[in-house]
């Protein structure tokens, strides 16, 4: 592809007399998610596609949903993300303080120092999780989203 005009997911940086075709990351890929009463571990690989660049990043967008999923809204500012939930360098957050028995999608979002030059959004996967109650089964639930999110679910018992 010779120019931006062929390929809307790649941007022209003009930087001195260089000037070069990067583009925006593909999404974050195999996320694993361990559900622990109401708090949640989402992990997951790189990636396949920075853009040419080494400066991805990842943000986790939280909805909250009906039970139907018909319906989903962000998430209350009290839902805690360790180590934070925007520009995230690390594949890994844990997410805290969710309602018991609530659905969730978490969108987690590849981006890089170019993404804001797209006219698209970023590239992310979905993943659809449901807390447990608090205190409710002194276990945790594993699921892995693989090629497209086929989960396998694991309940684990302590």
Not at 45 to 58: F, K, L, N, S
């Amino acid at each position: 592809m010779g120019s931006s005009e062929e390929d809307p997911r790649k941007v022209t940086i003009s930087h001195g007399k260089q000037s070069g075709h990067l583009g925006v990351p593909s999404g974050p890929r195999n996320v694993i998610s361990i559900v622990n009463e109401t708090s949640i571990i989402l992990e997951w690989h790189p990636p396949r596609e920075t853009g040419g660049r080494d400066d991805v990043t990842y943000n986790i967008i939280c909805k909250k949903c009906r039970a139907d999923r018909r319906s989903c809204s962000r998430c209350d500012d009290n839902v805690e993300f360790v180590p934070r939930q925007l520009g995230l360098t690390e594949c890994r957050v844990s997410i805290s303080s969710l309602w018991a028995h609530t659905p969730y999608t978490f969108d987690i979002q590849a981006i890089n120092g170019v993404s804001s030059k797209s006219p698209f959004p970023p590239q992310h996967v979905s993943v659809n999780i449901t807390t447990n109650q608090a205190g409710e089964s002194g276990g945790f639930c594993v699921s892995v989203c693989l090629c497209g999110c086929l989960f396998i679910h694991l309940n684990v018992r302590s």
